[in-house]
T-cell receptor, first 115, second 112 residues
Framework: KAGVTQTPRYLIKTRGQQVTLSCSPISGHRSVSWYQQTPGQGLQFLFEYFSETQRNKGNFPGRFSGRQFSNSRSEMNVSTLELGDSALYLCASSPGTSGIQETQYFGPGTRLLVL | GDSVTQMEGPVTLSEEAFLTINCTYTATGYPSLFWYVQYPGEGLQLLLK?????DKGSNKGFEATYRKETTSFHLEKGSVQVSDSAVYFCALSDRHDYKLSFGAGTTVTVRA
């Protein structure tokens, strides 16, 4: 099975712009989660989608949003970029039906640099 | 709320040395526990997991035992290799919300 794929792998934007990141989960997985990784804050949960519905959301401002399509692919969008949004954005997928025992499988991430 | 505390790094070892990375957690319920590894420039890979008390997860020579009485999930490997150099993250999943809570990560460097 192909793993989780994320595009693009690298992105450079300037303050005030917006950005869209894409994630394709493992075939058959219906849950997609997004995490932000920074040296200062570590790995922080952004949100989780299942069957096109957001089931859970982390503590991030409304500038961070996401969606999921009927084929389980997901996108996240960050509007009005700030310097502090520079980070590695990781997407993870899982079946989404077995609760806390499920393993989340991560993609390689998209590295975003905001100048 | 849920939280994971890992030992501070970085950790530098010689090849064939014994590795221990301490991990303790706080959770409201009975979480599942995970160790993930991140190699330079890559995403996270699952190393091992345990879903109930006294379970032992193992993979690639690494082991960790879910200790409910001490709320711990320490990672161990008996003989490390240079290829084990990476950042190791302890994580937990609780409350059926498909959210992983991570520790800060421990950077391990193994010298030949």
């Amino acid at each position: 099975k192909a793993g989780v794929t994320q595009t693009p792998r690298y992105l450079i934007k300037t303050r005030g712009q917006q950005v869209t990141l894409s994630c394709s989960p493992i075939s058959g997985h219906r849950s997609v989660s997004w995490y932000q990784q920074t040296p200062g804050q570590g790995l922080q949960f952004l949100f989780e989608y299942f069957s096109e519905t957001q089931r859970n959301k982390g503590n991030f401002p409304g500038r961070f949003s996401g969606r999921q399509f009927s084929n389980s692919r997901s996108e996240m969008n960050v509007s009005t970029l700030e310097l502090g949004d520079s980070a590695l954005y990781l997407c993870a997928s899982s079946p989404g039906t077995s609760g806390i025992q499920e393993t989340q499988y991560f993609g390689p991430g998209t590295r975003l640099l905001v100048l | 709320g849920d939280s994971v505390t890992q030992m501070e790094g970085p950790v530098t070892l010689s090849e064939e040395a014994f590795l221990t990375i301490n991990c303790t957690y706080t959770a409201t319920g009975y979480p599942s526990l995970f160790w993930y590894v991140q190699y330079p420039g890559e995403g996270l890979q699952l190393l091992l997991k345990a879903t109930k008390a006294d379970d032992k997860g193992s993979n690639k020579g690494f082991e960790a035992t879910y200790r409910k009485e001490t709320t711990s999930f320490h990672l161990e490997k008996g003989s490390v290799q240079v290829s084990d150099s990476a950042v190791y993250f302890c994580a937990l999943s609780d409350r059926h919300d498909y959210k992983l809570s991570f520790g800060a990560g421990t950077t391990v460097t193994v010298r030949a």
